[in-house]
């Protein structure tokens, strides 16, 4: 009897725990549209929208309108559900099919299969982390569809990504609402500064304007009809390739959109005299060596060459005391390293000497910068090519080189990287790629603070994403 007991009581549990299949009904033969309200739960006052949509989305394209039309940045993941339960049917995502799950894949199913009628809901949770938990109401049924999504309505700016969830987002409305009172400053933040450092500029929960709004989904439209990743009208490295499909499947589209701003119909050659250009401190780096150098007992340049390069390339005229030994000149440390890990010098018995293709490429500018750009990204673990891809799609770009660094910073945060787990803090952009990128900008005559746009550099990295 125990047994039985037992074994009724399991299968009850089980039945308790097993997630429904979520009811899907048949596409209509006559697409209709949508004007529904969209509520971020938790919030008060709510954040909310009103959009029209048509009824023929499919989920993967009614998540890109909730991303667009609230302000999420897409950094997260996400699941539709049919129900205000947690425990409810809800349909699963690529990223989940690739951790083993199995269920109703979102894919190919509309959005008229799930609502139909006014009062029918839809439920959104995005970035299982904070929990940002939202409910999309039917108000009405529009016998016409809309071309495309539309904002006609809303309330309340979207709380700024990693936040900490409803409690975090209450604490950093109270705190801008009181004028960022003290006595109102959040206690996860060190001090105003670093919280005003933090949040979003000009970020205040109050804020909405629909007319932001709809220049967003008219953008997300745009993209849309382009295809997404086929809106680069070239394909692009396997590599780079490879890490777009992984990051899509986790729902994150950070590096998409980094590379959504690349002019791809913009050269990515270089003539001889631009070649010239960009690589010359490498030149000048070979120049120097020679046919090589014996390094000093502790491995560095022998002062001499230090003190030759430092004049040649400029270095000496804005470094701060005397340049002539390698360790207190991190600049030429710098060049060395980067020219080492492109290839152009290696060190065998405490000697260093140009690599056989240096020699080659020494006096033709244009083999030396298809040699550089297609070492390019630099680096072996996952930070590292991540970031070097980070830093091409924004140099690509043509974004001024003043604001790379702080490009690449919230690039690699919205993919998930982080320093010692602390969800607010952005890594440092810091790679090898971004250093090679700064040197070919001539970064060594202007005292490493290149700014403006080089394009000569935005055409090199665009040569290193582009597949040939």
């Not at 125990?2 to 429904?20: D, F, K, S, W």
């Not at 049917?89 to 109703?104: K, M, S």
Request: aromatic share 8%; net charge negative.
């Amino acid at each position: 009897m125990l047994e039985t007991l037992l074994a009724r009581q399991t299968a009850h549990l089980e039945e308790m725990l097993r997630t429904p299949t979520p009811v899907v009904a048949p596409a209509p033969a006559q697409v209709r549209g949508f004007r529904v309200r969209l509520d971020l739960r938790g919030t008060k006052p709510p954040v909310w929208r009103r959009l029209e949509l048509p009824g023929d989305l499919t989920l993967p394209e009614v998540h890109d309108a909730i991303q667009l039309a609230m302000g999420w940045t897409d950094s997260h993941l996400h699941r539709f559900r049919t129900g205000g339960d947690y425990r409810s049917a809800y349909f699963i995502t690529g990223w989940d099919v690739e951790e083993g799950e199995e269920g109703a894949l979102e894919d190919e199913v509309r959005l008229d299969q799930l609502v139909t009628g006014k009062g029918d809901q839809l439920w959104y949770e995005y970035d299982f982390g904070d929990g940002w938990d939202h409910v999309l109401s039917v108000e009405e049924v529009l016998d016409e569809p809309p071309a495309q999504v539309r904002c006609t309505g809303g309330r309340g700016a979207c709380p700024p990504e990693d936040c900490g969830g409803i409690g975090g987002y209450r604490d950093l409305a109270a705190w801008v609402r009181s004028d960022y009172s003290p006595k109102h400053l959040p206690d996860v933040f060190d001090d105003a500064s670093h919280a005003r450092d933090w949040l979003p500029l000009d970020w205040h929960p109050d804020r909405f304007d629909a007319d932001e709004v709809n220049a967003a989904l008219a953008r997300g439209a745009s993209a849309a009809v382009d295809g997404g990743d086929a809106s680069r009208p070239v394909a692009v490295v396997a590599e780079l390739g490879d890490l777009l499909d992984q990051l899509s499947r986790r729902g994150v589209l950070v590096l998409h959109e980094a590379l959504d701003r690349v002019p791809w119909r913009e050269p990515a050659e270089l003539a001889d005299a631009e070649a010239a250009r960009v690589t010359r401190t490498y030149a000048e780096f070979l120049d120097v060596i020679g046919d090589g150098v014996r390094l000093t007992s502790a491995g560095y340049l022998p002062p001499a060459v230090v003190e030759a390069f430092a004049e040649r390339s400029g270095i000496s005229s804005w470094w701060i005391g005397k340049v002539n030994r390698e360790d207190l000149t991190p600049p030429v440390g710098q060049v060395r390293d980067s020219a080492r890990a492109l290839g152009l010098v290696n060190v065998r018995k405490g000697q260093l000497t140009p690599t056989a293709v240096a020699v080659r490429c020494r006096a033709d500018p244009q083999s030396l910068w298809r040699h550089v750009a297609a070492r390019l990204p630099l680096g072996r673990g996952d930070f590292e090519r991540q970031a070097g891809w980070a830093a091409l799609a924004v140099a690509g770009s043509g974004s001024p080189m003043e604001g790379w660094r702080d490009e690449v910073s919230r690039i690699l945060h919205g993919m998930g990287w982080r320093i010692d787990n602390d969800r607010r803090a952005a890594p440092p952009a810091g790679s090898p790629t971004l250093d090679v990128l700064t040197t070919l900008a001539g970064a060594a005559r202007v005292g490493w603070r290149v700014t403006g746009t080089d394009q000569g550099v935005a055409a090199t990295a665009r040569a290193v994403i582009v597949q040939s």
